[in-house]
């Protein structure tokens, strides 16, 4: 048995699989995951291993709260397309790297272990750092949506920040081999519970400049959120300028 298959290959009965997911979210169950840190700290490391054994090494490091993980992803980070797994993980839509789509929904998922490891300042700086590059990198909707409003509010800055950077390459006629304008939409929805005037300010000028029928029906999830007049504003120019299917989700905000 290799040492990946120790450590990601074998659930914590001790019998094989070749599904690394119910190995990562087995660990939450088991404190005995633990144990198997060591060792992939070590495969992640490891410039000899396989780039499938080094991400998913990486993403179990982070799904378990570890410091090693979370410090992995912000070094990533820096040089988004340096790390050895880039493209290794590809979204079927638009064939482009989601890996930091994984990191990002990881990242969420280990906010109770991150709370009994007291790396919880580590997770949030995680958030922080894969929010710096949306608007380079792919997130396949797994980055605005899994911002609770604790980290929200810690990271305000620098969401309001990558939005209107993303803003500025689409208007300047930047191309993109993914829905950048969606994906910042879905970012500065997650800033409405925080700032509603500030999130639909964002969501309004994202609109002016990509008044897409998709990213119109993500813009949705702002109305919904919002429980003033700058949510309402929003709602009644959704229901002119959006499409029929627009309007079909509006009808489902209460």
């Known amino acids: ?115 009994e490891k007291n790396s919880s300042d580590l997770r949030v700086e995680t958030f922080r750092s894969l929010i710096r590059i949306a608007d380079r990198e792919y997130f396949e909707e797994k980055l605005g949506d899994y911002l609770e409003e604790a980290v929200v509010r810690v990271c305000l800055p620098d969401i309001h920040e990558v939005v209107l950077r993303g803003l500025g390459s689409i208007e300047s006629g930047a191309r993109f081999r993914f829905d950048l304008a969606t994906q910042l939409v879905d970012l500065a929805n997650s800033v409405v519970p925080v700032d509603e005037e500030l999130a639909v300010g964002l969501v309004r000028r994202i609109l002016q400049a990509v008044p897409a029928d998709r990213t119109m029906a993500h813009a949705v999830t702002a109305v919904r959120r919002a429980k003033g007049p700058a949510g309402q504003a929003l709602a009644e120019y959704l229901s002119t300028a959006g499409n029929a299917h627009v309007r079909a989700l509006l009808s489902e905000v209460a």
């Open 1 to 115: 048995m290799t040492q990946f298959e120790d450590l990601l290959g074998t659930d914590f009965e001790g019998n094989r699989t070749d599904d690394v997911d119910d190995v990562i979210y087995g660990g939450y169950d088991h404190a005995s995951h633990r144990d198997r840190v060591p060792g992939l700290v070590a495969l992640l490391g490891d410039a000899s291993a396989s780039d499938r054994e080094r991400y998913l090494s990486c993403l179990a490091l982070v799904s378990w709260g570890e410091p090693a993980g979370y410090q992995a992803v912000q070094q990533a980070t820096l040089e988004p397309r340096a790390v050895p797994w880039y493209d290794l993980v590809m979204d079927r839509k638009f064939s482009v790297d989601s890996s930091y789509g994984q990191f990002s929904e990881a990242a969420a998922d280990s906010r109770e272990l991150a709370g």
